[in-house]
C-alpha cells in the first residue's frame, strides 16, 4: 500500500482542519512547500495535495504553492480542490505537472462532463468521495447531498479513473481513529473494482494495521492518506510507510 502524506493550502500556510470545518483551523507551517520537503525526505513518495482556498471558491486559488511544490520537492503529486473545468485539469496534468487530479463535486453534480473528462484524462483522474454518514458532500465539505457514496461510484464503474478517495468526514482530523462504518464502506468500494484510497481516521500506528489487514482482503485498497496524525506526531511516516509496505496493491499503479 501507499502512504501519501496530506499537505492542506489555506492562505499560502499549511493547515489541517477539523471535520472540514474551515472555522476549526489548526497551522502547522507558513510553508507548505518546506513541509512538503520534509514528508519527501522521511520517505513519501506521494503527496495528497489540497487547495483549501480553491474547494471553497469553486476555483484552483493555491495554484502557484502547488507547482512549486511539483519543481522543488521531486514527488508525484495529486492535486483536489476547486478543479471544476476542463481548463483547470488540463492546467493541473500539463502546465504544473501534477500526477492526478482529484473531482470530486462535478462528478455528482456534472457526471456526463466527468464521464468525458475521464475519456480525455484517461488514468489521470481521481473521483474524490467525501462522506458524511455515508452521503457526498460538496462544495468543500460545504453541503450534503441525498446521494449515497457507494452509488455514485457504482456510476462510474468501467471508467479509466486513476483512483478512487473515500474521505469520512465525521473522522477527518478527529484522532478519533478509523470507524468500523468506514471500513465497511472502503470494503465495499474496493469491491467495486476501482483502486481505492482511504483518508480521514488515520490516528495511530494501529489505524494503519486494520488498513493494512483491511487491504489483504480487498486488494483494491492501495493507499492510505495520512494528515493531522503525521503533524501531531501520533503517527511516524516512516513507521507507516514500512506498515503499508507489507501488502501489495493491487492492480499497481505508476
Same mark, same amino acid.
Request: charged residues 25%; negative net charge; hydrophobic residues 45%.
Given at each position: 500500500?501507499?502512504?501519501?502524506?496530506?499537505?492542506?493550502?489555506? %492562505?499560502?500556510?499549511?493547515?489541517?482542519?477539523?471535520?472540514?470545518?474551515?472555522?476549526?483551523? &489548526?497551522?502547522?507551517?507558513?510553508?507548505?512547500?518546506?513541509?512538503?520537503?520534509?514528508?519527501?525526505?522521511? !520517505?513519501?513518495?506521494?503527496?495528497?495535495?489540497?487547495?483549501?482556498? #480553491?474547494? $471553497?471558491? #469553486?476555483?484552483?486559488?493555491?495554484?502557484?504553492?502547488?507547482?512549486?511544490?511539483?519543481?522543488?520537492?521531486?514527488?508525484?503529486?495529486?492535486?483536489? #480542490? !476547486?478543479?471544476?473545468?476542463?481548463?483547470?485539469?488540463?492546467?493541473? /496534468? @500539463?502546465?504544473?505537472?501534477?500526477?492526478?487530479?482529484?473531482?470530486? &463535486?462535478?462528478?455528482?453534480?456534472?457526471?456526463?462532463?466527468? +464521464?468525458?473528462?475521464?475519456? $480525455?484524462?484517461? !488514468? +489521470?483522474? *481521481?473521483? %474524490?468521495?467525501?462522506?458524511?454518514?455515508?452521503?457526498?458532500? &460538496? @462544495?468543500?465539505? =460545504?453541503?450534503?447531498?441525498?446521494?449515497?457514496?457507494?452509488?455514485?461510484?457504482?456510476?462510474? *464503474?468501467?471508467?479509466?479513473?486513476?483512483? /478512487?478517495?473515500?474521505?469520512?468526514?465525521?473522522?477527518?482530523?478527529?484522532?478519533?481513529?478509523?470507524? %468500523? $462504518?468506514?471500513?465497511?464502506? /472502503?470494503?465495499? /468500494?474496493?469491491?467495486?473494482?476501482?483502486?481505492?484510497?482511504?483518508? %480521514?481516521? *488515520?490516528? &495511530?500506528?494501529?489505524? *494503519?494495521?486494520? =488498513?493494512?489487514? =483491511?487491504? +489483504?482482503?480487498?486488494?483494491?485498497?492501495?493507499?492510505?492518506?495520512?494528515?493531522?496524525?503525521?503533524?501531531?506526531?501520533?503517527?511516524? =511516516?516512516?513507521?507507516?510507510? @514500512?506498515?503499508?509496505?507489507?501488502?501489495?496493491?493491487?492492480?499497481? $499503479?505508476?
Amino acid at each position: 500500500m501507499e502512504v501519501l502524506p496530506a499537505v492542506d493550502i489555506r %492562505g499560502g500556510r499549511c493547515v489541517r482542519l477539523r471535520q472540514g470545518d474551515y472555522a476549526q483551523e &489548526t497551522v502547522f507551517s507558513d510553508d507548505p512547500v518546506q513541509m512538503a520537503r520534509r514528508w519527501a525526505d522521511e !520517505g513519501a513518495e506521494w503527496l495528497h495535495l489540497v487547495d483549501l482556498d #480553491g474547494a $471553497r471558491e #469553486g476555483r484552483p486559488v493555491n495554484h502557484e504553492i502547488i507547482g512549486r511544490i511539483v519543481r522543488e520537492v521531486g514527488v508525484r503529486c495529486e492535486v483536489g #480542490g !476547486g478543479i471544476r473545468s476542463e481548463e483547470a485539469i488540463r492546467r493541473m /496534468l @500539463e502546465q504544473i505537472g501534477v500526477e492526478r487530479v482529484i473531482i470530486g &463535486t462535478q462528478a455528482l453534480k456534472q457526471p456526463i462532463w466527468f +464521464r468525458e473528462m475521464v475519456d $480525455r484524462f484517461p !488514468g +489521470r483522474l *481521481v473521483l %474524490g468521495l467525501d462522506a458524511r454518514d455515508s452521503l457526498v458532500a &460538496t @462544495e468543500g465539505w =460545504l453541503d450534503v447531498s441525498q446521494t449515497p457514496a457507494l452509488e455514485l461510484a457504482r456510476q462510474y *464503474v468501467g471508467l479509466d479513473l486513476a483512483a /478512487l478517495i473515500y474521505t469520512n468526514i465525521a473522522c477527518d482530523g478527529m484522532m478519533q481513529g478509523i470507524d %468500523g $462504518r468506514t471500513l465497511d464502506d /472502503l470494503a465495499a /468500494l474496493a469491491d467495486l473494482g476501482f483502486p481505492v484510497i482511504a483518508s %480521514g481516521g *488515520v490516528t &495511530t500506528l494501529e489505524d *494503519v494495521r486494520h =488498513l493494512a489487514q =483491511l487491504a +489483504r482482503k480487498h486488494p483494491h485498497l492501495i493507499g492510505m492518506i495520512i494528515g493531522r496524525a503525521l503533524y501531531e506526531g501520533t503517527v511516524s =511516516l516512516k513507521a507507516a510507510i @514500512e506498515e503499508a509496505a507489507k501488502v501489495q496493491p493491487f492492480p499497481p $499503479r505508476s
